[in-house]
Each structure stands twice: as C-alpha cells, then as structure tokens.
C-alpha cells in the first residue's frame, strides 16, 4: 500500500513530500532540489563470514603492524637508551639477548616492521596509479605478504643464529 | 588560508602527503640503524656510543622521532575513528596515544644530549 509520508532531508533537514512504497532511510535532496532516495541496503559487519581477498588482508595487517609498531618502540627506545648510558647498561641490553625473550622481542619487532615497511613500498607504488585492477591489486598484495614472510624467517635466522 | 595555517587543525591533503613524506624519512633511517647492525657481527659499547655522538646521526634520529610522532598521530587517529565509535573513549585513546609519541620524542632528545 502507498500511503504519504512527510521526511527529513539527511543533509540540510529541509522537508520533502512523496509517495514511498517501502520503508526510506534517509532522502537526499541536491541543490537542484532534486530529492534523491537512499534505500536501505544490507550490511554485513561480521567479520567471520567474510571472505578476505589477499588486498584486504593486507591492509588489516598494514594496520595491525602499525599498531604493533608504536607499542614495540616502547622496547626499543628503553635498549636504545639503556645500551647508551654506560657500559654497564650497554652490557646489560647485550646480556638480555641472550634469552628468548628479548631475542622473541626483536625478532617480532624486526618482522612487523618488515611487513609495515614492504606493504606501505606498495602503497606507495599504487599511489601512482600501479596496481589498482583486481589482478594486479590481489598478486601484489599476494607477493607484498610472501616477501615479508621471507624477511621473517632470515631475521629469526640472524637473531638465533 | 593564513586562518588555516594559523590553526593546529589539519585536513585530508595534508595528512596524506605528511604520512607519506614522515613515512620515508622513517624507512631511511630503520634501513640504516639495521643496515649498521648487520654489518658490525661484534658490537662495542665504543663503537655504538660513537656512532651516536656523530651530530649527523644525533640529528637523523631526533628527525627520525619526530616523523614517527607526526606519522602515528595521523595513523592512530585514522585507526581509532574506524574501530572505536564512542567518541569519549577515542578521545582519551588518542589523547594518551599522542602523549606516548611526544614521550618517545623528549626521551630520544635527552639521551642524545646525554651521548
């Protein structure tokens, strides 16, 4: 059933009349006074029933590793700091890696800011209008992530070995 | 645009070319601390204090910390307006998260004066 209703532009609140079949969001109104519908479309938040093409995953772990990076420079900056004091303090940093612990610290530092430094390499490419199709977008997000686990493992073998 | 200058406010453009142009600097100086590292096997405390004393170095890394400050405000903000929609939480999040950067710079300052 049509029936009237009387509704709310979303942007400059000015009120439009029309006859509307299903249930309207939001109007639109151009500065042509052109009313324009916004339907309600479905949106799908869940995360979990997403498939993640290789571009998305890239820049969700672009994101991570940023996050990741700005915590881990708290670490950094205390060894740095430390390690300058004096020989003593220097001695100490050093005597640290010897244990897993710093050792895991600055393998997992060295490696998120591989990935960070390689991904953002390709977003920089892709800035100057390389790598925005479908293929091209996909393998070299694809490749981007190969890389950084490749950088991984040779950082985990300098660090162990 | 004097207005805008004037203003601590930033807009779009130049958060995009400031997160690209710190994002650099960055790069260069990560590649060349661990570019040292890997080409000196037996590290001194001689060796490491006197390549911070150089003034060249003392003045990559202060720059360094700087780009790292200008380049997570912007890239924490952008992270946080996606993921955290109360807008009081965000705030102080990304209150306390820009201290930390500021914190990170005034250390790096000290300890250079120190070396």
Same mark, same amino acid.
């Given at each position: 059933m049509k029936k009237q209703v009387y509704l709310e532009c979303a942007i400059c609140a000015c009120r439009a009349s029309g006859f509307y079949k299903n249930k309207v969001d939001e109007l639109l109104c151009g500065q042509d006074g052109q009313v324009t519908v916004k339907k309600q479309r479905p949106v799908n938040l869940d995360l979990t029933t997403i498939s993640m093409p290789a571009t998305a995953k890239a820049s969700i772990l672009h994101r991570v590793t940023g996050v990741a990076l700005f915590f881990?420079?708290? @670490? !950094? *900056?205390?060894?740095? $700091? &430390?390690? +300058?004091? $004096?020989? &003593? /303090? @220097? &001695?100490? !940093?050093? /005597?640290?890696f010897n244990g897993f612990v710093a050792k895991f610290i600055a393998w997992g530092t060295l490696s998120v800011?591989?990935?960070h430094l390689i991904v953002g390499i390709r977003h920089l490419i892709q800035d100057m209008g390389h790598w925005e199709e479908l293929e $091209?977008?996909?393998?070299?997000?694809? *490749?981007? *992530?190969? +890389?950084? !686990?490749i950088v991984a493992i040779l950082a985990g073998v300098w660090i162990w070995s | 645009m004097v207005l805008n200058q004037a203003t601590l406010k930033r807009d779009g453009v130049q958060d995009y070319v400031s997160l690209r142009t710190t994002a650099l600097i960055i790069a260069a100086y990560a590649v060349f601390i661990v570019g040292y590292l890997l080409l000196t096997p037996e590290l001194t405390f001689e060796a490491w204090q006197g390549l911070f004393s150089n003034l060249a170095v003392k003045a990559a890394t202060l720059v360094t910390l700087v780009c790292i400050m200008v380049h997570t405000t912007i890239g924490l903000w952008q992270v946080l307006t996606d993921y955290v929609k109360c807008s009081t939480l965000r705030s102080v999040l990304g209150f306390v998260l820009n201290l930390m950067a500021l914190a990170y710079v005034a250390i790096g300052l000290f300890v250079l004066w120190g070396v």
């Open positions: 881990a420079l708290t @670490f !950094v *900056i205390w060894a740095w $700091s &430390e390690s +300058l004091s $004096s020989p &003593e /303090g @220097f &001695e100490l !940093v050093k /005597g640290l800011l591989a990935y $091209s977008g996909n393998s070299s997000a694809n *490749i981007a *992530i190969a +890389l950084s !686990v | -």
